[in-house]
């Protein structure tokens, strides 16, 4: 089946603008975790959602926001970024509550 | 809150040598441990989960809660082994698939 899927895999953006990353979890997981992977912070955990609903958050500002619809695809959103905000995003699929995650290739982000 | 440690960044070692790669955590209530490995060009995919007790291209570890480790080791390392390892943590009783990760160690195997 095919695996974890994330959208765009390269985004250059200018500090100040906003971007959006999408995820396509494997087919019938409903659990979707982002993550924000770092040299300086490693990989740190952004969100996660379960059937539409956020169920996790982590130690990140506001301007990290995410959403899941109903067929379990999932968006993160940052506004306003910043310089730091230059990072590989991953997202994780799991079926249900403490089952395997699945990460996907992760899309990086460049902040200029 | 939470923390896992992996005191090492860099285990170089040479084909057919056994390796170990520490990690330590610290966290309250029961944990469930994991190891991830990441391949060159590869996506970051679970070698590990320490209630399945098995043993996975050569690799074990064990839970020791009384010095709160989950070290990996096999006894005979192959070139193939060379990757970034992350050892990583959930909470069991938590509701949710968070995992919270070391710093990883990154293991090359010269041959």
């Known amino acids: 089946k095919a695996g974890v899927t994330q959208t765009p895999r390269y985004l250059i953006k200018t500090r100040g603008q906003q971007v959006t990353l999408s995820c396509s979890p494997i087919s019938g997981h409903r659990s979707v975790s982002w993550y924000q992977q770092t040299p300086g912070q490693g990989l740190q955990f952004l969100f996660e959602?379960?059937?539409?609903?956020?169920?996790n958050k982590g130690n990140f500002p506001g301007r990290f926001s995410g959403r899941q619809f109903s067929n379990s695809r999932s968006e993160m959103n940052v506004s306003t970024l910043e310089l730091g905000d230059s990072a590989l995003y991953l997202c994780a699929s799991s079926s249900t509550v403490n089952t395997e995650a699945f990460f996907g290739q992760g899309t990086r982000l460049t902040v200029v | 809150a939470q923390r896992v440690t992996q005191p090492e960044k860099l285990l170089s070692v040479f084909k057919g040598a056994p390796v170990e790669l520490k990690c330590n955590y610290s966290?309250?209530?029961?944990?469930?441990l994991f190891w991830y490995v990441q391949y060159s060009r590869q996506r970051l995919q679970l070698l590990l989960r320490?209630?399945s007790r098995e043993s996975i291209k050569g690799f074990t570890a064990d839970l020791n809660k009384g010095e709160t480790s989950f070290h990996l080791k096999k006894p005979f390392a192959q070139e193939e082994d060379s990757a970034m390892y992350y050892c990583?943590?959930?909470?069991?009783?938590?509701?949710?698939?968070?995992?919270?990760f070391g710093g990883g160690t990154r293991v090359l195997v010269k041959p």
């Open positions: 966290y309250s209530g029961s944990p469930e």
């Open positions: 959602y379960f059937s539409e609903t956020q169920r």
């Open positions: 990583a943590l959930r909470m069991i009783k938590a509701a949710g698939n968070k995992l919270t």
């Open positions: 320490h209630i």
